[in-house]
Protein backbone atom coordinates (compact mmCIF):
# COMPACT_ATOMS: atom_id res chain seq x y z
CA UNK A 1 0.00 0.00 0.00
CA UNK A 2 2.97 2.60 -0.10
CA UNK A 3 2.23 5.24 -2.86
CA UNK A 4 3.83 5.25 -5.71
CA UNK A 5 6.01 7.69 -7.18
CA UNK A 6 4.28 9.38 -10.34
CA UNK A 7 6.32 9.26 -13.34
CA UNK A 8 5.74 13.04 -14.32
CA UNK A 9 7.75 14.65 -17.48
CA UNK A 10 9.27 17.96 -15.91
CA UNK A 11 7.85 20.69 -18.35
CA UNK A 12 9.60 23.63 -19.10
CA UNK A 13 6.82 26.48 -18.12
CA UNK A 14 9.46 29.14 -19.16
CA UNK A 15 10.71 27.75 -22.73
CA UNK A 16 7.04 26.90 -23.49
CA UNK A 17 5.55 30.57 -22.23
CA UNK A 18 7.53 31.39 -25.24
CA UNK A 19 6.16 29.12 -27.74
CA UNK A 20 2.97 30.28 -27.13
CA UNK A 21 1.69 32.54 -30.07
CA UNK A 22 0.19 35.75 -28.25
CA UNK A 23 -3.68 35.12 -29.25
CA UNK A 24 -3.12 31.86 -27.12
CA UNK A 25 -1.91 33.49 -24.28
CA UNK A 26 -4.84 33.57 -22.15
CA UNK A 27 -5.79 29.60 -23.04
CA UNK A 28 -1.71 28.43 -21.62
CA UNK A 29 -2.13 31.16 -18.66
CA UNK A 30 -5.80 29.31 -17.85
CA UNK A 31 -3.67 25.98 -18.51
CA UNK A 32 -0.84 27.22 -16.04
CA UNK A 33 -3.15 28.06 -12.77
CA UNK A 34 -4.76 24.68 -13.49
CA UNK A 35 -1.55 22.91 -13.08
CA UNK A 36 -0.21 24.77 -10.30
CA UNK A 37 -3.34 23.98 -8.60
CA UNK A 38 -3.24 20.22 -9.13
CA UNK A 39 0.44 20.11 -8.15
CA UNK A 40 -0.25 22.57 -5.05
CA UNK A 41 -2.62 19.87 -3.96
CA UNK A 42 -0.33 16.69 -4.82
CA UNK A 43 2.32 18.26 -2.41
CA UNK A 44 -0.26 19.15 0.62
CA UNK A 45 -1.14 15.71 1.00
CA UNK A 46 1.75 13.35 1.84
CA UNK A 47 2.51 10.28 0.16
CA UNK A 48 1.41 7.75 3.16
CA UNK A 49 -1.08 8.90 5.91
CA UNK A 50 -0.17 8.39 9.61
CA UNK A 51 0.32 4.82 10.75
CA UNK A 52 -2.57 3.34 13.20
CA UNK A 53 -0.68 2.80 16.31
CA UNK A 54 -1.73 -0.70 16.75
CA UNK A 55 -0.19 -1.56 20.15
CA UNK A 56 -1.57 1.07 21.47
CA UNK A 57 -5.37 0.74 20.60
CA UNK A 58 -4.58 -3.48 21.75
CA UNK A 59 -3.77 -2.33 25.27
CA UNK A 60 -6.64 -0.01 25.37
CA UNK A 61 -9.79 -1.88 23.69
CA UNK A 62 -10.87 -4.79 26.51
CA UNK A 63 -12.57 -6.82 23.74
CA UNK A 64 -9.94 -9.54 22.67
CA UNK A 65 -9.05 -9.79 19.50
CA UNK A 66 -11.14 -6.76 17.91
CA UNK A 67 -7.99 -5.14 17.00
CA UNK A 68 -6.18 -7.98 16.06
CA UNK A 69 -9.28 -8.37 13.18
CA UNK A 70 -8.93 -4.77 12.32
CA UNK A 71 -6.11 -5.07 11.73
CA UNK A 72 -5.55 -8.14 9.57
CA UNK A 73 -8.38 -6.48 7.55
CA UNK A 74 -6.94 -3.59 7.31
CA UNK A 75 -3.74 -4.70 6.26
CA UNK A 76 -5.45 -6.92 3.75
CA UNK A 77 -7.05 -4.34 1.69
CA UNK A 78 -5.84 -3.48 -1.39
CA UNK A 79 -7.53 0.68 -2.05
CA UNK A 80 -8.19 -0.12 -5.80
CA UNK A 81 -6.30 2.90 -8.05
CA UNK A 82 -8.32 5.89 -9.94
CA UNK A 83 -8.91 4.15 -13.68
CA UNK A 84 -6.97 6.35 -15.73
CA UNK A 85 -9.50 7.37 -18.66
CA UNK A 86 -7.91 10.39 -20.03
CA UNK A 87 -4.74 9.57 -21.45
CA UNK A 88 -6.42 7.96 -24.25
CA UNK A 89 -8.23 10.91 -25.40
CA UNK A 90 -5.67 13.15 -24.71
CA UNK A 91 -2.96 10.80 -27.33
CA UNK A 92 -6.04 10.81 -29.94
CA UNK A 93 -5.42 14.71 -29.21
CA UNK A 94 -2.32 14.63 -30.17
CA UNK A 95 -2.01 12.37 -32.78
CA UNK A 96 -4.73 15.05 -34.41
CA UNK A 97 -2.71 18.19 -33.15
CA UNK A 98 -0.22 16.47 -35.25
CA UNK A 99 -1.05 16.11 -38.21
CA UNK A 100 -2.87 19.68 -38.02
CA UNK A 101 0.43 20.54 -37.39
CA UNK A 102 2.29 18.84 -40.42
CA UNK A 103 -0.68 19.95 -42.49
CA UNK A 104 0.19 23.65 -41.78
CA UNK A 105 3.69 23.12 -41.45
CA UNK A 106 3.50 22.13 -45.39
CA UNK A 107 1.71 25.11 -46.24
CA UNK A 108 4.00 27.39 -44.06
CA UNK A 109 6.85 26.03 -46.09
CA UNK A 110 4.84 26.37 -49.50
CA UNK A 111 4.26 29.96 -48.39
CA UNK A 112 7.82 30.93 -47.25
CA UNK A 113 8.94 29.02 -50.58
CA UNK A 114 6.61 31.85 -52.64
CA UNK A 115 8.06 34.48 -50.31
CA UNK A 116 11.30 33.67 -51.04
CA UNK A 117 10.47 33.19 -54.95
CA UNK A 118 9.64 37.17 -54.88
CA UNK A 119 12.37 38.22 -52.87
CA UNK A 120 14.78 36.75 -55.53
CA UNK A 121 12.87 38.43 -58.43
CA UNK A 122 13.47 41.70 -56.31
CA UNK A 123 16.84 41.48 -55.59
CA UNK A 124 17.76 39.74 -58.81
CA UNK A 125 15.66 42.59 -61.05
CA UNK A 126 17.58 45.52 -62.80
CA UNK A 127 18.15 48.61 -60.50
CA UNK A 128 15.73 51.03 -61.52
CA UNK A 129 18.13 53.86 -62.36
CA UNK A 130 19.18 51.52 -65.35
CA UNK A 131 15.88 50.17 -66.43
CA UNK A 132 13.69 50.81 -69.47
CA UNK A 133 10.13 51.01 -70.39
CA UNK A 134 10.27 46.64 -71.73
CA UNK A 135 12.25 45.88 -68.43
CA UNK A 136 10.06 47.49 -66.08
CA UNK A 137 6.55 46.02 -68.11
CA UNK A 138 8.59 42.84 -68.09
CA UNK A 139 9.17 43.16 -64.23
CA UNK A 140 6.06 44.04 -63.23
CA UNK A 141 3.33 42.43 -65.69
CA UNK A 142 0.82 44.98 -64.20
CA UNK A 143 2.71 48.23 -65.33
CA UNK A 144 1.85 47.36 -69.18
CA UNK A 145 -0.28 49.64 -70.54
CA UNK A 146 -2.79 47.91 -72.97
CA UNK A 147 -3.02 50.13 -76.40
CA UNK A 148 -5.61 47.32 -77.87
CA UNK A 149 -8.14 47.70 -75.24
CA UNK A 150 -7.64 51.21 -74.72
CA UNK A 151 -6.11 53.17 -77.94
CA UNK A 152 -6.04 56.66 -76.70
CA UNK A 153 -3.30 58.25 -74.08
CA UNK A 154 -3.11 57.26 -71.11
CA UNK A 155 -4.29 54.04 -72.08
CA UNK A 156 -6.00 52.82 -69.03
CA UNK A 157 -9.15 54.08 -67.50
CA UNK A 158 -9.35 57.61 -65.85
CA UNK A 159 -10.29 55.78 -62.82
CA UNK A 160 -7.03 53.76 -62.61
CA UNK A 161 -5.15 57.38 -63.16
CA UNK B 1 21.26 58.73 -85.43
CA UNK B 2 21.45 56.05 -88.11
CA UNK B 3 24.11 57.20 -90.08
CA UNK B 4 26.37 58.00 -87.08
CA UNK B 5 25.96 54.22 -86.02
CA UNK B 6 27.11 52.84 -89.28
CA UNK B 7 30.22 55.28 -89.15
CA UNK B 8 30.52 54.15 -85.90
CA UNK B 9 30.53 50.38 -86.16
CA UNK B 10 32.89 50.98 -89.52
CA UNK B 11 35.28 52.11 -87.11
CA UNK B 12 34.76 49.09 -84.56
CA UNK B 13 34.99 46.49 -87.18
CA UNK B 14 38.54 48.69 -88.85
CA UNK B 15 39.99 49.06 -85.74
CA UNK B 16 38.98 47.40 -82.15
CA UNK B 17 39.49 49.71 -79.77
CA UNK B 18 36.66 50.82 -78.53
CA UNK B 19 35.92 54.84 -79.74
CA UNK B 20 32.70 56.64 -78.16
CA UNK B 21 32.54 55.40 -74.80
CA UNK B 22 29.13 56.18 -74.45
CA UNK B 23 27.28 54.63 -77.37
CA UNK B 24 27.81 51.41 -75.91
CA UNK B 25 25.23 49.48 -77.77
CA UNK B 26 26.79 51.03 -80.48
CA UNK B 27 30.68 49.94 -80.22
CA UNK B 28 29.57 46.40 -80.06
CA UNK B 29 30.59 44.57 -84.03
CA UNK B 30 26.86 44.09 -86.15
CA UNK B 31 25.94 40.86 -87.10
CA UNK B 32 26.96 38.66 -84.27
CA UNK B 33 24.50 36.97 -81.94
CA UNK B 34 26.67 35.18 -79.17
CA UNK B 35 26.05 37.99 -77.04
CA UNK B 36 22.00 37.55 -76.64
CA UNK B 37 22.34 35.92 -73.55
CA UNK B 38 25.01 38.06 -71.87
CA UNK B 39 23.54 40.63 -69.51
CA UNK B 40 22.23 43.85 -70.89
CA UNK B 41 24.98 46.86 -70.20
CA UNK B 42 23.90 49.71 -68.35
CA UNK B 43 22.40 52.40 -70.53
CA UNK B 44 25.11 55.54 -71.13
CA UNK B 45 24.41 58.35 -69.03
CA UNK B 46 25.66 60.95 -71.47
CA UNK B 47 25.39 61.31 -75.21
CA UNK B 48 28.37 60.25 -77.20
CA UNK B 49 31.66 62.87 -77.79
CA UNK B 50 31.09 65.40 -80.25
CA UNK B 51 33.45 68.71 -80.96
CA UNK B 52 32.73 71.96 -81.47
CA UNK B 53 28.76 70.75 -80.11
CA UNK B 54 27.83 69.38 -83.46
CA UNK B 55 30.43 67.41 -84.80
CA UNK B 56 31.13 63.59 -83.60
CA UNK B 57 34.10 62.41 -82.11
CA UNK B 58 33.93 59.54 -84.13
CA UNK B 59 34.44 61.64 -88.03
CA UNK B 60 38.07 62.72 -86.61
CA UNK B 61 38.76 59.10 -85.66
CA UNK B 62 37.97 57.63 -88.83
CA UNK B 63 40.02 60.05 -90.72
CA UNK B 64 43.15 60.37 -88.78
CA UNK B 65 45.05 57.51 -89.92
CA UNK B 66 44.16 58.89 -94.05
CA UNK B 67 44.78 62.42 -93.61
CA UNK B 68 46.26 63.49 -90.43
CA UNK B 69 45.39 65.78 -87.64
CA UNK B 70 44.23 68.64 -90.26
CA UNK B 71 42.45 66.61 -92.82
CA UNK B 72 39.20 66.55 -91.15
CA UNK B 73 39.02 70.45 -91.27
CA UNK B 74 40.91 70.20 -94.82
CA UNK B 75 37.42 68.23 -95.64
CA UNK B 76 34.96 70.32 -93.69
CA UNK B 77 36.10 73.38 -95.43
CA UNK B 78 37.34 72.12 -99.06
CA UNK B 79 32.89 70.78 -98.46
CA UNK B 80 31.91 74.41 -97.98
CA UNK B 81 33.92 75.84 -100.65
CA UNK B 82 33.28 73.48 -102.99
CA UNK B 83 29.27 73.97 -102.17
CA UNK B 84 29.89 77.32 -102.15
CA UNK B 85 31.99 78.10 -105.64
CA UNK B 86 29.23 75.94 -107.52
CA UNK B 87 26.23 77.51 -105.69
CA UNK B 88 24.73 74.12 -104.46
CA UNK B 89 24.49 76.11 -101.60
CA UNK B 90 23.46 79.46 -101.70
CA UNK B 91 23.67 82.34 -98.86
CA UNK B 92 20.69 84.50 -99.11
CA UNK B 93 18.35 85.78 -96.64
CA UNK B 94 17.40 82.46 -95.08
CA UNK B 95 20.85 81.99 -94.07
CA UNK B 96 21.24 85.10 -92.09
CA UNK B 97 17.88 84.51 -90.54
CA UNK B 98 18.79 80.66 -89.85
CA UNK B 99 21.95 81.86 -88.52
CA UNK B 100 19.95 84.21 -86.23
CA UNK B 101 17.46 81.41 -85.09
CA UNK B 102 20.78 79.19 -84.19
CA UNK B 103 22.21 82.09 -82.33
CA UNK B 104 19.14 82.77 -80.14
CA UNK B 105 18.91 78.48 -79.71
CA UNK B 106 22.25 78.25 -78.85
CA UNK B 107 22.27 80.78 -76.08
CA UNK B 108 19.04 79.81 -74.57
CA UNK B 109 20.44 76.03 -74.76
CA UNK B 110 23.92 77.34 -72.82
CA UNK B 111 21.24 79.93 -70.55
CA UNK B 112 18.77 77.88 -68.91
CA UNK B 113 19.94 74.16 -70.29
CA UNK B 114 21.27 73.18 -67.26
CA UNK B 115 18.20 74.32 -64.75
CA UNK B 116 15.60 72.60 -66.86
CA UNK B 117 17.95 69.23 -66.76
CA UNK B 118 18.35 69.40 -62.83
CA UNK B 119 14.81 69.99 -63.03
CA UNK B 120 13.79 66.62 -65.48
CA UNK B 121 16.49 64.57 -63.28
CA UNK B 122 14.94 65.72 -60.20
CA UNK B 123 11.45 64.87 -61.46
CA UNK B 124 13.00 61.08 -62.75
CA UNK B 125 14.93 60.78 -59.31
CA UNK B 126 11.84 61.31 -57.63
CA UNK B 127 10.28 58.61 -59.31
CA UNK B 128 12.84 56.16 -59.11
CA UNK B 129 13.18 56.57 -55.31
CA UNK B 130 9.87 56.16 -55.20
CA UNK B 131 9.86 52.95 -56.78
CA UNK B 132 13.04 51.81 -54.85
CA UNK B 133 11.11 52.70 -51.38
CA UNK B 134 8.57 50.37 -52.40
CA UNK B 135 10.37 47.86 -53.14
CA UNK B 136 12.36 48.32 -50.29
CA UNK B 137 9.18 48.18 -48.31
CA UNK B 138 7.82 44.66 -50.31
CA UNK B 139 11.44 43.28 -49.60
CA UNK B 140 11.47 44.35 -46.09
CA UNK B 141 7.76 42.66 -45.60
CA UNK B 142 8.55 39.19 -47.43
CA UNK B 143 11.43 39.27 -45.10
CA UNK B 144 9.39 39.55 -41.88
CA UNK B 145 7.08 37.24 -43.61
CA UNK B 146 9.38 34.66 -43.92
CA UNK B 147 10.69 35.00 -40.36
CA UNK B 148 7.08 34.68 -38.96
CA UNK B 149 6.27 31.84 -40.70
CA UNK B 150 9.60 30.22 -39.10
CA UNK B 151 8.70 31.54 -35.98
CA UNK B 152 5.19 30.22 -36.14
CA UNK B 153 6.98 26.78 -37.08
CA UNK B 154 8.88 26.79 -34.14
CA UNK B 155 6.15 27.21 -32.00
CA UNK B 156 4.10 24.54 -33.66
CA UNK B 157 7.07 22.56 -32.82
CA UNK B 158 6.72 22.86 -29.12
CA UNK B 159 3.02 21.50 -28.72
CA UNK B 160 4.24 18.42 -27.50
CA UNK B 161 5.05 20.45 -24.42
CA UNK B 162 1.19 20.87 -24.00
CA UNK B 163 0.62 17.50 -24.55
CA UNK B 164 3.12 16.74 -21.64
CA UNK B 165 1.73 18.95 -19.22
CA UNK B 166 -2.13 17.66 -19.96
CA UNK B 167 -0.74 13.95 -19.11
CA UNK B 168 1.18 15.28 -16.27
CA UNK B 169 -2.05 16.54 -14.61
CA UNK B 170 -4.14 13.95 -15.39
CA UNK B 171 -1.24 11.37 -13.54
CA UNK B 172 -1.02 14.18 -10.83
CA UNK B 173 -4.77 13.79 -10.31
CA UNK B 174 -4.85 10.13 -10.10
CA UNK B 175 -1.96 10.59 -7.90
CA UNK B 176 -4.28 12.81 -5.66
CA UNK B 177 -6.89 10.93 -5.70
CA UNK B 178 -5.35 7.80 -4.81
CA UNK B 179 -3.86 9.32 -1.93
CA UNK B 180 -7.08 10.77 -0.63
CA UNK B 181 -8.79 7.09 -0.63
CA UNK B 182 -5.73 5.82 0.92
CA UNK B 183 -6.06 8.94 3.47
CA UNK B 184 -10.04 8.46 3.99
CA UNK B 185 -9.47 4.26 4.70
CA UNK B 186 -6.91 5.45 7.53
CA UNK B 187 -9.21 7.96 8.75
CA UNK B 188 -11.96 5.52 8.93
CA UNK B 189 -10.36 2.64 10.64
CA UNK B 190 -9.16 4.88 13.04
CA UNK B 191 -12.24 6.53 14.05
CA UNK B 192 -14.08 2.80 14.24
CA UNK B 193 -11.13 2.32 16.79
CA UNK B 194 -11.58 5.00 18.36
CA UNK B 195 -14.87 4.20 18.76
CA UNK B 196 -14.40 1.28 20.32
CA UNK B 197 -12.35 2.56 23.24
CA UNK B 198 -14.87 5.60 23.87
CA UNK B 199 -17.70 3.10 23.81
CA UNK B 200 -15.79 1.40 26.14
CA UNK B 201 -14.74 4.07 28.04
CA UNK B 202 -18.56 4.43 28.78
CA UNK B 203 -19.73 1.11 29.46
CA UNK B 204 -16.93 1.11 32.35
CA UNK B 205 -18.31 4.63 33.66
CA UNK B 206 -21.91 3.86 33.43
CA UNK B 207 -21.01 0.30 35.19
CA UNK B 208 -19.63 1.80 37.80
CA UNK B 209 -22.56 4.79 38.40
CA UNK B 210 -24.51 1.64 38.41
CA UNK B 211 -23.39 0.29 40.85
CA UNK B 212 -23.04 3.44 43.54
CA UNK B 213 -26.58 3.98 42.91
CA UNK B 214 -27.47 0.23 43.62
CA UNK B 215 -24.91 0.04 46.71
CA UNK B 216 -26.55 3.20 47.95
CA UNK B 217 -30.42 2.59 47.66
CA UNK B 218 -30.02 -1.04 49.16
CA UNK B 219 -27.93 0.46 52.23
CA UNK B 220 -30.80 3.04 52.47
CA UNK B 221 -33.72 0.34 52.34
CA UNK B 222 -31.63 -1.54 54.77
CA UNK B 223 -32.03 0.38 57.46
CA UNK B 224 -35.25 -0.43 59.87
CA UNK B 225 -37.14 2.39 61.39
CA UNK B 226 -35.90 0.63 65.09
CA UNK B 227 -32.82 1.49 63.95
CA UNK B 228 -32.84 5.01 62.81
CA UNK B 229 -34.73 5.94 66.13
CA UNK B 230 -31.52 4.54 67.86
CA UNK B 231 -29.46 6.22 66.00
CA UNK B 232 -31.11 9.66 66.38
CA UNK B 233 -31.12 9.17 69.66
CA UNK B 234 -27.43 8.09 69.45
CA UNK B 235 -27.30 11.45 67.78
CA UNK B 236 -28.77 13.72 70.29
CA UNK B 237 -26.38 12.14 73.07
CA UNK B 238 -23.58 12.43 71.35
CA UNK B 239 -24.51 16.10 70.71
CA UNK B 240 -25.14 16.76 74.79
CA UNK B 241 -21.84 15.35 75.62
CA UNK B 242 -19.86 17.48 72.71
CA UNK B 243 -22.04 20.46 73.90
CA UNK B 244 -20.86 19.90 77.65
CA UNK B 245 -17.51 18.99 76.70
CA UNK B 246 -16.81 22.85 74.65
CA UNK B 247 -18.90 24.45 77.55
CA UNK B 248 -16.38 23.09 79.86
CA UNK B 249 -13.51 23.94 78.02
CA UNK B 250 -14.92 27.62 77.27
CA UNK B 251 -15.50 28.09 80.81
CA UNK B 252 -11.81 26.81 81.71
Redesign the interface.
Known amino acids: ?A??R????S??WL??AE???PNQRSMFNA?KT??DA??A??NS??????A?DWSV?RS????AG??DE?EKK?KA?V????T?T??SA?NA??AE??KS?SV??EG??A??AQ??Q??DK??NM?P???M?IEDLNDTFPETKLDKVKYPYWPHKPIADL | MLSRLVIVSAAGLKSSSPLGAGLVQASRSLHTSSQSLAP?P??PEKGGKVRHGIFPDEIFQLLYPKTGVTGPYMLGTGLLLYMLSKEIYVINHETFAAASIGAVIIYGVKKFGPSVAAFADKLNEEK?SK??EV?DV??AS??Q??ED??K????????????????????????????????M???E??R??DY??AL?NLHIRMEQEHMINWVEKNVISSITPQQEKESIAKCITDLNALAKATQATAVA
Open positions: MGRVALKVDAFRVPLRSIAKLLPEAPAIYTVAKMVFFLIPEPDQTIQQSNAYISKRIYEELFKIFDQT | VALVAQKAVLAAVEKEQWRAEGRSMLFDAKRNNVAMLLETNFRERLHVTNVKRLQVQ
